[in-house]
């Protein structure tokens, strides 16, 4: 059994076989328009509902909701079919309502400062799996309209290709949403930001750079010794040619390791030469990493030394980080672990370089 989500009109329309024409009509503006469950669909027969809903069970069960930023962040814990547990944080903010999904439950990149790295990685989500997190998440933020979708929450989205480029196609076309609001962040797949720059979907992407040497990138995204900053770079001109969108850099701000006068220099030089954005994120903690983020005005200077070599830079507004909701705190129930500590050869290797 799959999700309502993951089928096509014509799918749906034999989903509905025996029933009237104009039902389908129904069914996919229910799903795609109005983000209802299907026990709410109630301009379809009872006995409909009753067969879908048997059918083509949600693929979600939430099992815990906190709530911070007087009530303008939620987040959300599902339960999956088999007892895998995701994540989900939806934003509201003055212009926009932005959710941001999981693509995994857990992660297999493990980046040293990322709790969704020191879980561990448990499977990939299915595309419906995907697309319930946004129809939740549009429910729950009702009656604002749900305007971005970020694919920034537990689990790397290019290692998930095909599920990431199907959710994104569904909700552009079917949504009708803009590919400008939806937003893929990645660690770095260069082979699959090649690959994405073809699709044809003129989206955001956003690079988590957090190091502009290999030596510290190597230790902070170990992702880098496969695909180092120069293959890295190859892929990043790709995208921007054949998309002719600009990137972003992430850069997640650590104290005394990647927000020296030199890392500031080596960012600086990396994304002007690509005329990247960088979005500076004051580090989240996370059980098991033991250093700290800069501080608040070591935060501003750097942004400003940015600025001021020609870089377009900004602070990213921080949420959720009581409620652990905030970049990188995703995971504390995925992989069962908590509390778990990054590798000692990597705190090693920044302390070295601290």
């Known amino acids: 059994m799959g999700s309502l989500y993951e089928?096509?009109?014509?799918?749906?329309?034999?989903?509905?076989s025996g029933e009237a024409p104009y039902r389908l009509e129904q069914l996919w503006r229910a799903l795609w328009r109005e983000d209802r469950t299907v026990a709410e669909m109630t301009t379809l027969p009872r006995v409909v509902r009753e067969r879908l809903g048997a059918e083509y069970p949600s693929g979600l069960s939430p099992i815990n909701e906190v709530v911070s930023d007087?009530?303008?962040?939620?987040k959300w814990v599902f339960a999956l079919?088999?007892?895998?547990?995701?994540?989900?944080?939806?934003?509201?903010?003055?212009?926009?309502?932005?959710?941001?999904?999981s693509s995994q439950a857990g992660c297999a990149m493990g980046c040293s400062f990322c709790a969704t790295g020191q879980a561990g990685f448990r499977r990939h989500l299915s595309v419906g799996e995907v697309l319930e997190q946004v129809s939740y998440a549009a429910r729950a933020g009702a009656p604002r309209r749900l305007s971005n979708v970020v694919f920034m929450g537990m689990g790397e989205p290019l290692a998930n290709y095909e599920v990431t480029v199907r959710a994104l196609r569904r909700l552009h076309q079917e949504r009708g949403m803009s590919?400008?609001?939806?937003?893929?962040?990645?660690?770095?797949v260069a082979p699959a930001i090649e690959r994405l720059s073809e699709e044809g979907l003129a989206l955001t992407l956003a690079v988590s750079l957090h190091a502009a040497n290999d030596a510290d990138r190597d230790a902070l995204v170990p992702l880098n010794r496969r695909y180092d900053l120069a293959r890295l770079e190859t892929a990043?001109?790709?995208?921007?040619?054949?998309?002719?969108?600009?990137?972003s850099f992430e850069w997640a701000l650590i104290d005394g390791i990647n927000d020296t006068n030199a890392a500031l220099g080596e960012l600086a030089d990396y994304a002007r030469g690509l005329g990247a954005h960088v979005n500076l994120i004051p580090l989240n903690p996370t059980p098991g990493f033991l250093v700290r983020g800069s501080r608040p005005e070591r935060v501003r200077a750097f942004r400003d030394g940015l600025l001021a070599r020609g870089v377009n830079a900004t602070v990213r507004d921080t949420r959720g980080r009581?409620?652990?909701?905030?970049?990188g705190q995703l995971a504390s129930v995925s992989g069962g672990r908590h509390g778990l500590r990054a590798p000692e050869s990597t705190r090693v290797a920044l302390r070295a370089r601290a």
């Open 179 to 188: 590919a400008r609001h939806l937003t893929v962040s990645s660690v770095g």
């Open 81 to 101: 079919h088999d007892g895998a547990t995701i994540e989900t944080v939806l934003m509201s903010y003055a212009d926009r309502v932005t959710v941001c999904v």
């Open 70 to 74: 007087g009530g303008a962040t939620i």
């Open 7 to 16: 089928l096509s009109r014509e799918e749906l329309g034999e989903a509905l």
């Open 322 to 327: 009581s409620i652990a909701a905030a970049c």
């Open 236 to 247: 990043c001109r790709a995208w921007i040619e054949r998309t002719g969108r600009r990137l």
